[in-house]
């Protein structure tokens, strides 16, 4: 039997993942109103009609190097920074709730 907070965190890491992607369209949506060049350099990426690989490639290098701090946005530099916290602190809860999960099994 699953521990009583495993129902409780797979409905936060759900509500995390629609954040998730709200941040990440408002991302592509300021980028390509207020930089286009940037958004053309990381080839026009869209929450679900250009979403491959390259792109998703494309958004974590932007995430996670100094790119955003050259383009001069403060509020676009907030909202990466907001990213840049919540992305491994969503990846690190699915961790959790796996091995939450999978070890409530095998006792």
């Not at 809860?93 to 006792?107: D, K, M, P, Q």
């Amino acid at each position: 039997m699953n521990p009583p907070y495993t129902s409780v965190l797979f409905f936060i890491l759900f509500a995390m993942s629609l954040g998730w992607l709200a941040m990440v369209r408002s991302l592509f949506e300021s980028l390509e109103e207020n930089h286009s060049q940037k958004y053309e350099e990381m080839g026009e990426p869209s929450l679900f009609s250009n979403n491959t690989a390259r792109t998703n490639w494309a958004l974590l290098k932007f995430l996670f190097t100094r790119a955003p701090e050259t383009l001069n946005d403060s509020s676009l530099l907030f909202q990466v920074n907001v990213m840049r916290v919540w992305l491994p602190l969503h990846l690190a809860g699915f961790v959790w709730l796996v091995i939450v999960a999978t070890s409530s099994h095998n006792s």
